[in-house]
């Protein structure tokens, strides 16, 4: 049974940083992509970053381009998102994601709050 379960939300003044981690179970994490998605109130989930199995290649809406950075631990089971230059714009609901035999799966959301 796949579980996604993020942390590392918050409150957090214009400019600084979080970073966010998701931890993964009930499938063969270093064999499946990854995706960080965003809901701010009153608008649709966007597609904040991805990264693929090993690491190395990654992907990112403009927005958060310069700023964010995905990563991964294999090892751990366990993928992250640094977030630097935090605008009010990036306050939102962040959810860790991953497709896995065709099925979408979501962790609970975790609160990103940018504001001073």
């Known amino acids: 049974q796949v579980h996604l379960v993020e942390s590392g939300g918050g409150l957090v003044q214009p400019g600084g940083s979080l970073r966010l981690s998701c931890a993964a179970s009930g499938f063969t994490f270093s064999k499946y992509a990854m995706a960080w998605f965003r809901q701010a109130p009153g608008k649709e989930r966007e597609l904040v970053a991805h990264i693929f199995t090993a690491g190395d290649i990654t992907n990112y809406t403009d927005s958060v381009k310069g700023r964010f950075t995905i990563s991964r631990d294999n090892a751990k089971n366990t993928v992250y998102l640094q977030m630097n230059s935090l605008k009010s714009e990036d306050t939102a609901v962040y959810y860790c994601?991953?497709?896995?035999?065709?099925?979408?799966?979501w962790g609970q959301g975790t609160q990103v709050t940018v504001s001073s």
């Open positions: 994601n991953t497709l896995v035999d065709y099925f979408n799966y």
